[in-house]
């Protein structure tokens, strides 16, 4: 009866399988990303002196 009402009748569904695939490649393709901007980030903050970086108490908070 579980499997009826989860429509788990002949295993997982190709399409499912498929979509989770891709979307977990599509987050370590992002966090790949994420990693790269923030090197850069921190070799561009290591060339600009400190009087023109931003003093974190004037920061917007990130949106959640």
Do not use: F, Y
Not at 4 to 28: C, F, K, N, T, Y
């Amino acid at each position: 009866m579980a499997k009826a009402l989860l429509g788990h009748v002949g295993g997982p569904d190709p399409r499912i399988v498929s979509e989770m695939r891709r979307l977990q490649q599509r987050v370590r393709d992002l966090e790949a990303e994420l990693v790269r901007l923030q090197d850069m980030n921190d070799t561009l903050a290591a060339e600009v002196g400190p009087e023109l970086l931003v003093a974190d108490r004037e920061r917007e908070p990130a949106l959640t």
